[in-house]
């Protein structure tokens, strides 16, 4: 696999939190948002959408909108079934806060004490083993799951404990579990195990008898629903009209749910209510309010109230509120549910097509919708930052938790960030985006102009090997643990990533230049001459032409894991190209170690470029080599 597989890849697996900072008017009553919506539904072609809007313990809205399935035509209504995806994660939380109040388990319980001998690695389990609580944090340090994990779509459906054993490589904890937070899907799925364990059945039959029955979420189903009794939403790729085949998830429960808005209602109310319905009650307020708030990662235990709890997240927007809730995505739908606890409001909204940028206006506009009359909470007082602080902590910084091992080459690459300090306002400015301005809250906490609450921290970490860290959670900076590096290492790969890019260019350059003067001495019938650059010059003409190669299949399968995680065409192609691509770059060094100067002057000064580009190239591959890219069978 070629450096293109890995930036591509890695860009197409990261997901971002719903939040958006553009100002419009909102809606100013339900009818202003439906025509908002059906505006919007029309000019992104989104075919489909459910919502359901609460406030307290009161239902005021639940609808469709457009088309659970374009052809033949079906209505999307109330009633309609969606893909929730990750949304599902929580209903594992509920049961394992239910269990932890009978004393059946206890959130603290290592996971071999209900698991003896389920294959994991964890480096620090004699001190520090991997406990039920770091799986629901996504602090375990395990990698998500693979591409073949996230192909597999065996609608049998698997048992649990054979939908685990698919993937068993990826669950090595990479860091001392509950420090840094990276989501896994995995974890739920895990817990959902020792639930089925403990009660001796499924854990779907656990969730319908303990949350789905009692709450009246009537319709919901993690299985590929019935549809002689359901009506289902299709899923569809950003035009609107291109089918996703039916994603039998392999860890149910970390996203299959299907829901209907009527369900969504219930489940936000459920939450709203800070546990209880009329007279069932399901979980304490103290439960609910534990599943919002973070408390295994070094970021929450440097003060930030942002972060991930209990598969709820918290997450700050520059209007000044900070939403709870959890998104979810599957190949061709998206979803979200984000309420405000104090304020007493929230939603729930489901779409069946993969359009990122309209789900995030979508969100926005409800938003809106919900806050417009509310307060704007109050921004906290002014920080200051000693200037020791900031001489300490200013420089560059790497990610060091990402979310896939196998693509971490690229994510400290992409994640390069300089930080400095100006005053009492902190800058951090990605190597690919926005700068971001963030304003002291005391001297170690940082928040964006707007947002209530700090959303960064300074940390020390030295017993995880970061005497400066910085700790990250929210839609400017997205939620990271991140190390400071030297600044000659950092502004070295920057060099060496920019002149890689170049070398290609040059590469491209350097053969059409080639023909040209091939083509001008056959018009001019001069005789031909061999130049030692000119094999140099092919080589790297011939490793450009791959990465061009593997950037054109790419984009034919769009990097999808579901096609990338199976043995198919592309796959296998993508990983001879990888090979290929190795083998010309160790070739390219033999080519420079007997190059010697001739032909014209042009070709005698191109040698040394050429042999630097070839160097770079090898460079290159060597890193990939290191990281596991190139010779990685997605497929496995």
């Known amino acids: 696999m070629t450096?293109?597989?890995?930036?591509?890849?890695?860009?197409?697996?990261?997901?971002?939190?719903?939040?958006?900072?553009?100002?419009?008017?909102?809606?100013?009553?339900?009818?202003?948002?439906?025509?908002?919506?059906?505006?919007?539904?029309?000019?992104?072609?989104?075919?489909?959408?459910?919502?359901?809007?609460?406030?307290?313990?009161?239902?005021?809205?639940?609808?469709?909108?457009?088309?659970?399935?374009?052809?033949?035509?079906?209505?999307?209504?109330?009633?309609?079934?969606?893909?929730?995806?990750?949304?599902?994660?929580?209903?594992?939380?509920?049961?394992?806060?239910?269990l932890q109040r009978e004393g059946k388990l206890s959130l603290d319980d290592p996971i071999a004490r209900h698991l003896p001998g389920f294959r994991y690695e964890n480096p620090w389990e004699a001190t520090d083993p991997v406990r039920i609580v770091h799986l629901l944090e996504h602090t375990s340090g395990f990698d998500d799951i693979s591409l073949k994990g996230y192909a597999n779509s065996d609608p049998t459906p698997l048992a649990l404990v054979e939908g685990l054993a698919v993937d068993t490589t990826s669950r090595v904890s990479r860091w001392r579990p509950g420090t840094r937070y990276a989501y896994c899907n995995t974890g739920p799925a895990i817990v959902a195990l020792i639930v089925e364990r403990i009660e001796g059945r499924p854990f779907e039959q656990v969730v319908q008898q303990r949350v789905f029955d009692p709450i009246g979420m009537r319709t919901a189903t993690y299985f590929f629903p019935d549809s002689t009794q359901f009506e289902r939403a299709t899923t569809y790729r950003e035009d609107g009209t291109t089918p996703y085949p039916y994603w039998h998830i392999v860890t149910r429960p970390a996203g299959s749910i299907n829901a209907s808005a009527l369900d969504m209602a219930q489940y936000v109310r459920l939450l709203l209510s800070r546990g209880a319905l009329g007279d069932r009650t399901l979980l304490t307020r103290e439960d609910v309010e534990r599943m919002e708030r973070a408390t295994t990662s070094i970021g929450a235990r440097a003060g930030l109230r942002v972060g991930y709890g209990l598969h709820l997240y918290r997450i700050a927007d520059t209007s000044g509120f900070t939403w709870t809730g959890h998104d979810g995505g599957v190949p061709g739908g998206l979803s979200e549910m984000s309420y405000l606890p104090e304020a007493g409001v929230g939603y729930a909204v489901q779409i069946n097509t993969a359009d990122a940028a309209a789900f995030r206006t979508l969100n926005r506009i409800i938003r809106s919708f919900l806050t417009q009359s509310l307060p704007r909470p109050g921004e906290p007082p002014a920080g200051s930052v000693p200037p020791s602080i900031a001489a300490r902590f200013r420089g560059w910084y790497e990610p060091v938790s990402p979310r896939t091992q196998h693509l971490y080459f690229a994510e400290r690459l992409l994640g390069l960030s300089s930080v400095s300090f100006v005053g009492d306002?902190?800058?951090?400015?990605?190597?690919?985006?926005?700068?971001?301005?963030?304003?002291?809250?005391?001297?170690?906490?940082?928040?964006?102009?707007?947002?209530?609450?700090?959303?960064?921290?300074?940390?020390?970490?030295?017993?995880?090997?970061?005497?400066?860290?910085?700790?990250?959670?929210?839609?400017?900076?997205?939620?990271?643990?991140?190390?400071?590096?030297?600044?000659?290492?950092?502004?070295?790969?920057?060099?060496?990533?920019?002149?890689?890019?170049?070398?290609?260019?040059?590469?491209?350059?350097?053969?059409?230049?080639?023909?040209?003067?091939?083509?001008?001495?056959?018009?001019?019938?001069?005789?031909?001459?061999?130049?030692?650059?000119?094999?140099?010059?092919?080589?790297?003409?011939?490793?450009?032409?791959?990465?061009?190669?593997?950037?054109?299949?790419?984009?034919?399968?769009?990097?999808?894991?579901?096609?990338?995680?199976?043995?198919?065409?592309?796959?296998?192609?993508?990983?001879?190209?990888?090979?290929?691509?190795?083998?010309?770059?160790?070739?390219?060094?033999?080519?420079?170690?007997?190059?010697?100067?001739?032909?014209?002057?042009?070709?005698?000064?191109?040698?040394?470029?050429?042999?630097?580009?070839?160097?770079?190239?090898?460079?290159?591959?060597?890193?990939?080599?290191?990281?596991?890219?190139?010779?990685?069978?997605?497929?496995?």
Do not use: C
């Open 425 to 636: 306002t902190m800058l951090v400015k990605p190597v690919l985006g926005v700068r971001s301005r963030l304003l002291a809250v005391d001297s170690m906490r940082f928040r964006r102009h707007g947002e209530s609450e700090p959303t960064v921290a300074l940390v020390n970490d030295a017993n995880n090997g970061r005497e400066q860290g910085m700790e990250t959670f929210g839609p400017a900076l997205p939620a990271s643990s991140m190390k400071r590096i030297p600044t000659a290492l950092a502004l070295g790969e920057i060099a060496l990533t920019a002149l890689w890019l170049l070398g290609l260019v040059s590469a491209l350059i350097a053969g059409l230049t080639g023909l040209g003067r091939w083509v001008w001495r056959r018009i001019r019938r001069k005789p031909r001459y061999v130049s030692g650059a000119q094999p140099l010059w092919r080589a790297a003409l011939l490793l450009t032409g791959l990465v061009v190669l593997d950037g054109i299949v790419l984009t034919a399968v769009d990097a999808d894991p579901m096609v990338l995680g199976r043995f198919s065409p592309a796959s296998a192609t993508l990983y001879g190209i990888g090979i290929a691509y190795a083998a010309v770059a160790l070739a390219g060094l033999a080519l420079v170690i007997r190059s010697r100067p001739s032909g014209g002057s042009w070709l005698r000064y191109s040698l040394w470029p050429s042999r630097a580009v070839l160097a770079l190239h090898l460079v290159a591959a060597a890193y990939l080599v290191s990281w596991g890219f190139i010779g990685w069978r997605t497929w496995v």
């Open 3 to 98: 450096p293109t597989f890995a930036f591509a890849l890695a860009l197409s697996m990261q997901t971002a939190l719903a939040s958006g900072t553009r100002q419009e008017a909102p809606p100013a009553t339900l009818s202003e948002l439906e025509i908002r919506i059906r505006h919007l539904m029309d000019s992104t072609r989104t075919p489909g959408m459910g919502l359901a809007i609460v406030r307290h313990d009161s239902v005021i809205y639940t609808g469709g909108f457009g088309l659970a399935r374009v052809s033949p035509p079906l209505p999307a209504t109330a009633s309609t079934l969606f893909r929730i995806g990750s949304t599902s994660k929580a209903f594992v939380a509920i049961v394992a806060l239910q």
